[in-house]
């Protein structure tokens, strides 16, 4: 099965940008990375996706090396509300399983 | 509005007894899933339907069932098989771009 790996946790001070990093080396070609974060026990939110191409949006930033084996989720100017658990998940390639691992802790800073 | 609706928020249940867990979609989403997660932990795959009628274990579907008989609707049962039930449960579906949307989770607590 396709696997991601994150650091555990990672802290940012409120303004400064948080860069999380994730590995995904098993990718197959035609699959999306996705990111979520969520916050204390309430459902994941849907934060961006891409296949080869960099990707932003009004959330955040997302930078997918060439080889695709490994991107960077960008939170340009980090606040307190940012603090959550982010995931980055990829599809089972010729499944419809998206498999969770088991994300970054973000805690910015005041 | 659009989105998925879980309940119950909360639920205590006895050991042995099973129970029904709720998740409803008013998305037009082909695809549903259910996720556990354990406190400090990730989500774990139970099960996943592509399509009404049809439907797929996860990582973890020992001791819990699932129906599919209309594409709104995707009940988990856990069952007296299921050894450690008490988690938080997550549904989802997923549209045509491959973006999941979840609901709020149900609680669930064996006494």
């Known amino acids: 099965d396709a696997k991601t790996t994150q650091p555990p946790s990672m802290d940012c001070a409120e303004g400064r940008a948080a860069n999380l990093p994730c590995n995904h080396s098993?990718?197959?070609?035609?699959?999306?990375v996705y990111w979520y974060r969520q916050i204390h026990s309430q459902g994941p939110q849907y934060i961006i996706h891409?296949?080869?191409n960099n990707e932003t949006n009004e959330m955040a930033s997302l930078i997918i090396t060439e080889d695709r084996k490994s991107s960077t989720l960008i939170l340009p100017h980090a606040t307190l509300r940012d603090t959550a658990v982010y995931y980055c998940?990829?599809?089972?390639?010729?499944?419809?399983?998206?498999?969770f691992g088991t994300g970054t802790r973000l805690k910015v800073l005041a | 509005d659009g989105g998925i609706t879980q309940s119950p928020k909360y639920l205590f249940r006895k050991e042995g007894q099973n129970v029904t867990l709720s998740c409803e979609q008013n998305?037009?989403?082909?695809?549903m899933y259910w996720y556990r997660q354990d406190p400090g932990q990730g989500l774990r795959l139970i099960y996943y339907?592509?399509?009404?009628?049809?439907?797929q274990k996860g990582d973890i579907a020992e001791g819990y069932s699932v129906s599919r008989e209309k594409k709104e609707s995707f009940p988990l049962t856990v069952t007296s098989a299921q050894k450690n039930p008490t988690a938080f449960y997550l549904c989802?579906?997923?549209?045509?771009?491959?973006?999941?949307?979840f609901g709020e989770g149900s609680r669930l607590t064996v006494l």
């Open positions: 989802a579906s997923r549209d045509t771009t491959g973006e999941l949307f």
């Open positions: 098993t990718i197959s070609g035609n699959e999306y």
């Open positions: 891409g296949l080869k």
């Open positions: 998940i990829v599809r089972v390639a010729g499944t419809y399983k998206y498999i």
């Open positions: 998305l037009n989403h082909d695809a």
């Open positions: 339907s592509q399509i009404v009628n049809d439907f």
